[in-house]
């Protein structure tokens, strides 16, 4: 028996240069550096450059997945951008990203899922190839939140930066068994109920004005464990994998408390766990592509190791993928 799976070709980011640390953060509202590494485990974020747009992160983490996986950017056929932060209301900011790159062949779109945004169109683009609709996809997640941000707004302000993050997949013949490279299985969820605990307070059908971003943190927090273990619990029932077989779990980077509790609940030993919230804080749909890339190009992830995604974000919307490297 053989199986078409996206098998990931190369991957690569890009983060803008300005660096926004938590003590300057303390000299704009009342909070500490103590404070938010002990609450999040954030040390330091990275803030787009004035004129410097979702779509221009995105085109350079797409260039460094490219390079990375040794492709042309004229053989891909499908851009799958996550964003919640897009250039304008209208075009999909991948189009952008396609029209950057060149490309004028095949189909680019944006999907919207909030922090679960690479997950969720990583299982988009993977379904994709499988039904052998394209051939080669990019998967980006891009964001600038610093533009949605209220920065008077403690509860918030310290936790987001900007950031792009993309992988190159490509629909491969595989024998069919669990030692198949490529993406193995994807789960994902929402649930609508939560739509008013981390949202942004603007768009275009409700105020005509883009607004700033809103959160229960507590009750995000309340949720989040239950969510990702769940997620987690659906992939490893899917493939027969488990705590122990998965070389790296490569989580959204929201929050270490989270990140932690959650590995601790499914039994992951902490030197699996990829960690780089402390360096990006929250990138949203772009902290797993982030995460991915500092573990790849660092040495740790190696071709076929078992490498497990989550997220969970606002809607709530949440979360799983499990693939060989
Ligand atoms: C946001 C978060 C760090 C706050 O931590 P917490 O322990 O839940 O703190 P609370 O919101 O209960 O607030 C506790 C106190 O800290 C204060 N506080 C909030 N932000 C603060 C900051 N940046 N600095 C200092 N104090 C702060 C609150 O005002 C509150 O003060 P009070 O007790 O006088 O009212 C935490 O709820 C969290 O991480 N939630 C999940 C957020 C997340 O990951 N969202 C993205 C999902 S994709």
Redesign the pocket.
């Known amino acids: 028996m053989t199986a078409i799976r996206s098998v990931v070709l190369g991957c690569g980011s890009y983060l803008p240069q300005r660096v926004l640390t938590n003590a300057e953060l303390a000299a704009k509202?009342?909070?500490?550096d103590e404070?938010?590494v002990q609450?999040?485990g954030i040390r330091q974020r990275h803030i787009a450059a004035e004129g410097e747009f979702t779509s221009h992160l995105a085109i350079n983490a797409a260039r460094a997945a490219l390079a990375h996986a040794g492709v042309d950017a004229q053989s891909i056929d499908l851009i799958v951008l996550a964003t919640s932060t897009p250039d304008q209301t209208f075009p999909a900011t991948a189009v952008a990203v396609q029209n950057g790159l060149g490309i004028n062949h095949g189909a680019a779109f944006d999907l919207q899922a909030?922090?679960s945004g690479f997950v969720f169109a990583l299982a988009s683009a993977d379904n994709f190839l499988r039904t052998g609709a394209f051939k080669r996809a990019l998967v980006i997640g891009a964001e600038t939140f610093s533009r949605i941000l209220d920065w008077n707004d403690?509860?918030?302000c310290?936790?987001f930066g900007d950031g792009a993050g993309a992988v190159v997949l490509e629909a491969q013949a595989q024998p069919g068994t669990p030692s198949d490279r490529g993406v193995l299985t994807t789960h994902l969820r929402s649930d609508g109920r939560h739509k008013g605990k981390?949202y942004v307070d603007g768009g275009p059908s409700s105020t005509q004005t883009v607004g700033h971003l809103r959160?229960e943190?507590?009750e995000?927090?309340k949720h989040?464990v239950g969510m990702i273990t769940d997620v987690i619990v659906d992939a490893f029932n899917a493939t027969g994998a488990t705590a122990d077989s998965i070389d790296w779990f490569v989580p959204?980077q929201?929050?270490k408390?989270?990140i932690d509790a959650s590995a601790h609940k499914l039994h992951i030993a902490p030197q699996k766990v990829v960690l780089t919230v402390d360096l990006h804080g929250?990138t949203?749909a772009a902290s797993i592509p982030l995460a991915l890339a500092v573990a790849v190009n660092d040495g740790r992830v190696k071709k076929g190791d078992l490498v497990l995604f989550e997220a969970?974000?606002?809607g709530f919307t949440w979360g799983s993928a499990l693939l060989r490297w």
């Not at 509202?29 to 500490?32: A, E, H, K, L, R």
């Open positions: 509202v009342d909070t500490s404070w938010i609450r999040t909030v922090c403690r509860g918030t310290v936790l981390l959160m943190g507590r995000v927090f989040a959204h929201a929050n408390r989270i929250n949203s969970m974000g606002g």
